[in-house]
């Protein structure tokens, strides 16, 4: 799978996709990441990503033109017949869930184009793109956290990513809503606090049966 994220900084990238798992999922060729600058396709002289807003109004809406260089010239660069998703990392978009990172897990690339300054040309939203996105009911200064976020959801879904396809199951949120269990290791006692019983009798059923029932809605 290819995940491309549109950015006004990619240096904001250079360290987290070069650690530990995701480091990891790119050496072993399940995952490439792929940091596209918009600036490089502004046809300015200064390479201008953005202007004021029509109508009026406080801050600057970064413009249609160069994104959409961008998004075609990525097009290009991928393999004949490969499906994509394009994504706008914006506040007013549908909440990223861990459905969401599953359905994003269906397609060859994955597009995600990152907010910023008082938004996206909504000319972007409405031709270029497939939906907006956030990842929480907060406002950031810009999209790249986001699509950090987003990436890294998706990547760990990716089979053989992990090493072990176990570690997926009954995560907090693998069905909507419901936490996951809690996880001791040892020691068994430290400063008098221990860890469940149940967990260090061997009697699979019962920790299974434990697991479960300590599972819980996150609107609790």
Known sequence: MQ???????????????????????????????????????????????????????????????PIDRALAAWRESLPAGATTRVVVTSAKGRAFTQQVATEYTAVDALAIICGHYEGIDERVINHLADEEVRIGDFVLTGGEPAALVMADAVTRLLPGVLGNEASNKDESHTEPGVMGYPQYTRPAEYKGWKVPEVLLGGNHAEIEAWRAAQKRLSHE
């Open 3 to 65: 995940i491309a994220i549109f950015t006004l900084f990619p240096e904001f990238f250079a360290t987290p996709l070069q650690s530990s798992i995701l480091q990891r999922a790119q050496e072993s060729g399940v995952v490439s990441y792929q940091i596209i600058d918009i600036r490089a396709f502004s046809l300015s002289k200064h390479k201008v990503t953005d202007d004021r807003p029509f109508g009026g109004g406080p801050g600057m809406v970064l413009m249609i033109e």
